[in-house]
């Protein structure tokens, strides 16, 4: 039961290239999200999925796409990478409202 | 607006000697409070769910409490395998059951 994978788990950008992060769960959740961690700050939302077939926004989304892709997957587009975007990225997921959420290891992401 | 805040950032304790991170919270109608530890180079790893206020949960050398403003987690004659960053996360109502609003964490080291 592997629970939450993130792929890749490290990766170089220059600025304005693009790439895609990837998140699967094999814990039948329903709900997938995207956060970045920043030291100093806690983490914070970029988007989420309650459901498969719907995607909303967090509290920081500007510069990011998302995909809910089928049940088990969720990845995280960055179209034209900036400096600002370095950063760890986390996928976590959730079964039922208010239950925890569940994360993966991070993607570490530089953009130089 | 939502705000957490963990206090102290950083702690350094000799093994045995028990201490309390603390957690404060101010938000619109309390959904749930979690505590979370994360390992450098991972993700955050879920502790406890609390509820409610006077709810306490424990889990080995830790033990989760709350109070209608702030929480805490009292750690127990720590071990070295103990030093982590303990996360605190807040549901609210105002928020919905989709946003979780992290405290900034306590870099906690516990040294033989």
């Known amino acids: 039961n592997a629970g939450v994978t993130q792929t890749p788990k490290f990766q170089v950008l220059k600025t304005g290239q693009s790439m895609t992060l990837q998140c699967a769960q094999d814990m039948n959740h329903n709900s997938m999200y995207w956060y970045r961690q920043d030291p100093g700050m806690g983490l914070r939302l970029i988007y989420y999925?309650?459901?498969?077939?719907?995607?909303d926004k967090g509290e920081v989304p500007n510069g990011y796409n998302v995909s809910r892709l089928n049940k088990r997957e969720f990845s995280l587009r960055l179209e034209s990478a900036a400096p600002s975007q370095t950063s760890v990225y986390f996928c976590a997921s959730r079964g039922r409202n208010n239950s925890p959420l569940h994360f993966g290891n991070g993607t570490r992401l530089t953009v130089t | 607006e939502d705000q957490v805040t963990q206090s102290p950032e950083a702690l350094r304790l000799q093994e045995g000697e028990s201490s309390s991170l603390n957690c404060s919270y101010t938000?619109?109608?309390?959904?749930?409070l979690f505590w979370y530890r994360q390992d450098p180079g991972k993700g955050p790893e879920f502790l406890f769910t609390l509820y409610s206020a006077g709810e306490e949960k424990e889990k080995e050398r830790l033990k989760a409490t709350l109070t209608k403003k702030e929480s805490f987690l009292h750690i127990t004659a720590p071990k070295p395998e103990d030093s982590a960053t303990y996360l605190c996360?807040?549901?609210?109502?105002?928020?919905?059951?989709?946003?979780?609003?992290f405290g900034t964490g306590t870099r906690l080291l516990v040294s033989p």
């Open positions: 999925s309650a459901s498969e077939g719907t995607t």
């Open positions: 938000v619109s109608g309390l959904r749930g």
């Open positions: 996360a807040v549901q609210a109502e105002n928020t919905g059951f989709q946003k979780l609003v």
